[in-house]
């Protein structure tokens, strides 16, 4: 049974974690994409199936969801995946508190396990340098693999940018990605360029030009690329050029790792790369093999 959330409210202490579930579903998760609502229905459903669908939500107490948890520690599932599995319910059950279907958060006491640190170095040089060159004489392709390089965006990112959220004038992008959060990237010089051959080249819509259009379109102009077709974009220019580590989210790896090389501040890079934390830019970009590490030290001693 899918409740609305003013039904779900009405019901009290007789809605059940199931009914709860599909409600969150409903309303938490609209217009979300089709892969992260499968990820939070998914972990939510174990929880579920552990402590009995028909239990009333309300009655759910911290010792039940640490007992849960307790039962998934002993499974075979990575430290990464626990920790997915703690930050759906912890969402879960703070919006189930916000809109009174609970009156009491039994997650606040849910901690979410500590990751061993480790560190994303992302596509290579050389590589990606070979597909930006393969992808030269196609305008279009040749300007998402240049907006990849220069922001180190998601590829929801990069699906979801329009026209009136481009300013070339000013070299920066605002941005639609994770959990529907906006957020400013910024362009150099050759992205800028490469994004201006390609909008003079893109198919214009039955409208014309519009600035509400997205930028990164298919062959009508009309409708946006999806998820999917962008990432089978870099697949061909990786086949192409034989490299590794190629996918977009490499291409975001690689440059956090460049940057925090190149002696930006966690803390900006952090705040660059949308990160929820300086703590996970930190773990990924903050770790450093010892021949980097004397280098950087090298950097910063007197001659």
Request: charged fraction near 20%.
């Amino acid at each position: 049974m899918t409740l609305s959330l003013r039904q779900a409210v009405n019901l009290g202490i007789d809605i059940s974690i199931h009914d709860a579930i599909q409600t969150f579903q409903k309303i938490a998760l609209t217009g979300k994409e089709k892969t992260t609502i499968r990820w939070y229905i998914t972990r939510l459903e174990n929880l579920a199936a552990y402590l009995g669908s028909t239990l009333p939500l309300v009655s759910i107490q911290s010792i039940d969801l640490l007992d849960w948890y307790a039962t998934l520690e002993e499974s075979d599932r990575s430290t990464f995946t626990l920790h997915g599995y703690v930050r759906a319910i912890r969402r879960y059950f703070r919006w189930c508190t916000k809109w009174g279907l609970t009156s009491a958060n039994p997650a606040s006491d849910l901690d979410l396990p500590s990751l061993p640190q480790t560190s994303k170095s992302g596509i290579s040089e050389s590589d990606l340098a070979a597909m930006l060159h393969a992808a030269q004489d196609h305008a279009r392709d040749h300007a998402i693999l240049s907006f990849f390089e220069a922001t180190g965006c998601r590829l929801e990112g990069a699906c979801n940018l329009r026209l009136q959220n481009l300013d070339i004038p000013l070299r920066r992008a605002l941005i639609c990605e994770k959990f529907s959060k906006d957020r400013t990237v910024f362009l150099n010089p050759p992205a800028v360029t490469s994004l201006i051959h390609w909008i003079k080249q893109r198919p214009p819509t039955g409208d014309g030009n519009r600035v509400d259009d997205y930028v990164f379109t298919g062959k009508s102009g009309s409708n946006p690329l999806t998820p999917r077709s962008m990432y089978e974009r870099f697949a061909i220019y990786a086949n192409l050029t034989h490299a590794v580590n190629w996918s977009p989210h490499q291409w975001r790896h690689r440059f956090g790792r460049k940057m925090s090389m190149d002696g930006m501040s966690l803390g900006v890079l952090s705040q660059i790369m949308g990160h929820t934390s300086v703590d996970v830019t930190v773990r990924f970009y903050g770790q450093f093999g010892v021949s980097q590490l004397q280098d950087a030290y090298n950097k910063f001693q007197q001659p």
